[in-house]
C-alpha cells in the first residue's frame, strides 16, 4: 500500500487521524493533514482506507 496527500484539497476535518492515527497527524500551525507512514505496516491497511473514505475532500489517495 502507498499513500499520497494533496494538501491543496485538505481542509483539515481531522477524520484521518482519528481513524488511522499512528499513519495520519495534523500540523499544529493549520491542521492540514500530515502523512507520517507513507508505505503503512499491513495491520494499519483497513484503517487507511476507511481514513480515505472519510475525508470529505477526497485528499487521501491509497494504491494497493
Known sequence: MR?????????????????????FDQR???GIVALLQPG???EAHDAVRQAALL???RAIRVAE
Do not use: F, N, Y
Not at 13 to 23: K, T
Open 40 to 42: 503503512p505496516p499491513a
Open 3 to 23: 499513500i499520497t496527500i494533496d494538501i491543496e484539497l485538505c481542509t483539515g476535518a481531522g477524520q484521518c487521524a482519528l481513524v488511522a492515527a499512528d499513519v
Open 55 to 57: 475525508c470529505p475532500t
Open 28 to 30: 499544529d500551525e493549520d
